[in-house]
């Protein structure tokens, strides 16, 4: 289940950093698109490093 969610997760943000890429390369960067892929490139080191670490013990 967890791995689920991350994976999801994961998804959802490659998703929106594709969709920010895209609006950058229509209409330009701008420091709005330049925060967003920051801020995504930050959850997706997030959630790649959850998936890569075991569970905790229960």
Same mark, same amino acid.
């Given at each position: ?5 991350? +994976? ?13 890429i895209a609006?950058?390369?229509?209409s #330009? !960067?701008? !420091? @709005?698109?330049? @925060?967003?892929? @920051?801020? @995504?490139?930050?959850?997706? +080191? #997030?959630?790649? #490093?959850?998936?890569?670490? !075991? !569970?905790?013990?229960?």
């Amino acid at each position: 289940m967890r791995t689920a969610i991350l +994976v999801g997760a994961l998804a959802m943000i490659a998703i929106l950093g594709g969709l920010t890429i895209a609006v950058a390369v229509r209409s #330009g !960067p701008d !420091p @709005l698109t330049v @925060l967003s892929l @920051l801020v @995504l490139a930050l959850l997706g +080191v #997030g959630v790649l #490093g959850a998936l890569r670490e !075991p !569970p905790p013990p229960s």
